[in-house]
């Protein structure tokens, strides 16, 4: 099993702070959502984050929902191989089932996190596909107890994908540290968590680029690939 986080992402509601900035004030008239329910999206409310710490890193839920569809329909997690956190800028971490279609409408995707961020978890009733908690990065890992984690940055050790990720294959439970921020590094806190931090590329790679990639490089170094092609052809040949 693999766990993937999506760490420092810039996923949170509107800071108290900016509630009365008149670009949240005309995104929540807009909306019919009070400010505090809203997400911080740098695209509606950019002159108001001028004012906000690390702004750079911030308002841009875009980049999880990518992220999240690259993951979740990816192989790996369609055979219950993979288990994906968020964890936010604000020190808050949404657990996903594995079992969650995200909308591939951003629009529909906001709306979904926002109803996150008001309830706690969604849906309301019945089976939870996505839970939020308050809970720190080091907290989450000390729950996961992973066996080895590596977290990606440009101030890590040169590897190839392949490098870093084929010693995964003989571990029962790796952890892999994805930043999903538009800007900057992580914070030195994060990366003295991973056992290892690599940089697979001397260029700033998208989240949802790398999160595609290093799936897809571990399910190779599984075999999964090989092993799905070889149920698919039993499965035609007893038709």
């Avoid at 890992?141 to 040169?158: D, V, W, Y």
Wanted: charged share 25%.
């Amino acid at each position: 099993m693999l766990t993937l986080i999506l760490a420092e992402s810039a996923l949170e509601t509107v800071p108290k702070a900016l509630w009365t900035h008149r670009a949240v004030r005309s995104h929540s008239e807009r909306r019919g959502k009070p400010p505090p329910l809203l997400l911080l999206d740098r695209s509606y409310h950019h002159s108001a984050m001028k004012r906000l710490d690390e702004n750079e890193k911030r308002g841009r839920p875009d980049i999880a929902h990518f992220a999240l569809l690259e993951a979740l329909g990816s192989p790996l997690n369609r055979e219950r191989l993979l288990q994906t956190y968020v964890h936010t800028v604000k020190d808050q971490v949404i657990t996903v089932n594995p079992e969650t279609r995200l909308p591939k409408n951003y629009d529909r995707f906001i709306g979904l996190m926002e109803q996150l961020f008001e309830l706690g978890r969604v849906p309301s009733t019945g089976q939870t596909l996505l839970k939020l908690n308050n809970k720190t990065l080091p907290q989450l890992l000390r729950e996961i107890n992973p066996t080895h984690t590596i977290a990606f940055s440009r101030r890590g050790s040169p590897l190839t994908l392949e490098e870093a990720i084929s010693g995964l294959s003989t571990e029962r439970r790796p952890a892999l540290i994805v930043g999903a921020f538009p800007h900057g590094h992580f914070a030195n806190a994060t990366t003295k968590l991973a056992d290892n931090t690599i940089c697979v590329d001397p260029e700033m790679l998208e989240a949802w680029t790398l999160t595609s990639r290093v799936i897809y490089e571990y399910e190779r170094s599984i075999s999964l690939p090989i092993k799905r092609i070889k149920q698919a052809d039993t499965s035609k040949k007893q038709m």
